[in-house]
């Protein structure tokens, strides 16, 4: 069974960092894109971070581009997402998602074929 499970997420001051992770179980890593997305209440989700199956290539929200860094360890089975100097609007439901094949782009969103539940993450003095 294909699953993805986020951790990670928290409570933080502005200013402080959170690293994400995001397990997967039922298939291999290296062989898929990853998105990171999120959602705050009442707004539509947004893409976050990606990278293509190779893990060669990247792509951040402008919104996180120089504070936020995706990686991932294929023999781990596992994403993460290094989030820095995070703030208020940075606040929401954050979700992994999967799609086979990708290389040297960002799958659409509608593409992705697996989802995690979410973890949430919380800014706020």
């Known amino acids: 069974q294909l699953q993805l499970v986020e951790s990670g997420g928290g409570l933080v001051q502005p200013g402080e960092s959170l690293r994400l992770s995001c397990i997967v179980s039922?298939?291999?890593?290296?062989?898929?894109?990853i998105g990171w997305f999120r959602q705050a209440p009442g707004e539509r989700r947004e893409e976050v971070s990606c990278?293509?199956?190779?893990?060669?290539?990247?792509k951040y929200a402008d919104s996180v581009k120089g504070r936020f860094t995706m990686s991932r360890d294929n023999a781990e089975n596992t994403v993460y997402l290094q989030m820095n100097s995070l703030k208020p609007e940075d606040t929401a439901i954050y979700s992994c998602?999967?799609?086979?094949?990708?290389?040297?782009?960002?799958?659409?969103?509608?593409?992705?074929?697996?989802w995690g539940q979410g973890t949430q993450v919380t800014v706020s003095s």
């Open positions: 990278m293509d199956s190779t893990g060669g290539w990247t």
């Open positions: 039922g298939f291999t890593l290296a062989n898929y894109a």
């Open positions: 998602a999967a799609l086979y094949w990708v290389v040297g782009r960002c799958a659409k969103e509608e593409n992705y074929d697996y």
